[in-house]
């Protein structure tokens, strides 16, 4: 199907891009990567008087060490993958977008985008959520910090403003005795998540586990923490049976999601299962 009519701007700068979501209000939509938005114009599930692309706006693209791992909103997953400094100060982002879709989608999705949708099966609200990433955002009345924890209110809503753009989003550099792993159980098609779960793991003085964060995508309308699951692993040992202990609190008080593609009580049982595989993996790579 054809897209309904719309006026199409292409601003140069974050500051033009939100004078035109003034401008014209509910009416403009942004475009970012384009994977998730112009399929649903196409389809006319959305319509859009206004489109404004931010393909233009260069310092959305940039990917910086400036205390944490700073990427810029536009920054693709591709660039993320093939940066040696990501890799190196956090490889588990890397990791989370080398999941995601295949060859085409990782070449023109963006990090932005992605958070800004919210899809409920996308992989790294789960990884933003257990790295406590924090998203940047400006808006008529300037900048301001949005914590993971605080940006993903419900399916494919967040805590942005209609009138804000997403500048970027910063990810903490991981270091001794930290940890993190994504795990997903993908859709064979899409490669979507049918359950995600990402976990971050740090040790204390004595060897046992300091602080834990879980997350999991996928399997509900939103990306959310496990509080049960790291209440279970604080204080432990992070021996394989403190892991399999507290992966069985996965998904508790959870709502979840049944589809063609996995009902309820599979996904219910299938997030013990990869929470036990990412808490697996960071503890093993928090070292002991």
């Given amino acids: 199907m054809i897209p309904s009519a719309f006026q199409y701007f292409a601003p140069t700068t ?149 009138d804000e753009v997403i500048t970027k989003i910063t990810f903490p550099r991981l270091g001794q005795g930290e940890g993190a792993a994504y795990a997903k159980l993908r859709n064979p098609a899409s490669r979507y998540a049918i359950v995600g779960v990402a976990a971050y793991v740090k040790r204390g003085s004595d060897g046992k586990i300091a602080s834990a964060r879980v997350a999991i995508t996928g399997a509900g309308p939103k990306a959310v923490r496990q509080s049960a699951v790291e209440a279970a692993l604080t204080g432990s040992s992070g021996d394989s049976d403190a892991i399999a202990a507290a992966s069985e609190h996965a998904g508790h008080d959870m709502e979840f999601l049944g589809d063609i593609h996995a009902s309820e009580d599979y996904r219910r049982a299938m997030v013990k299962v990869y929470a036990r595989r990412a808490i697996t993996s960071a503890v093993e790579r928090a070292g002991g």
């Fill in 14 to 162: 974050v500051a033009e891009a939100v004078g035109l979501l003034q401008q014209h209000g509910d009416d403009a939509k942004l475009l970012a990567g384009g994977h998730s938005l112009l399929p649903a114009m196409k389809l006319r599930l959305t319509q859009t008087g206004v489109l404004v692309d931010l393909g233009q706006i260069g310092e959305l693209k940039s990917i910086s060490m400036d205390g944490g791992v700073s990427i810029g909103a536009l920054a693709t997953y591709r660039m993320i993958s093939s940066s040696s400094e990501v890799r190196e100060a956090c490889a588990v982002l890397a990791e989370c977008v080398d999941q995601i879709g295949d060859i085409q989608v990782r070449n023109r999705g963006t990090i932005g985008g992605s958070l800004a949708h919210a899809d409920p099966a996308a992989d790294l609200p789960a990884l933003a959520l257990a790295l406590e990433a924090t998203i940047s955002a400006q808006g008529p009345s300037g900048a301001r910090t949005i914590a993971a924890s605080d940006m993903f209110v419900d399916m494919l809503t967040t805590a942005l403003a209609a």
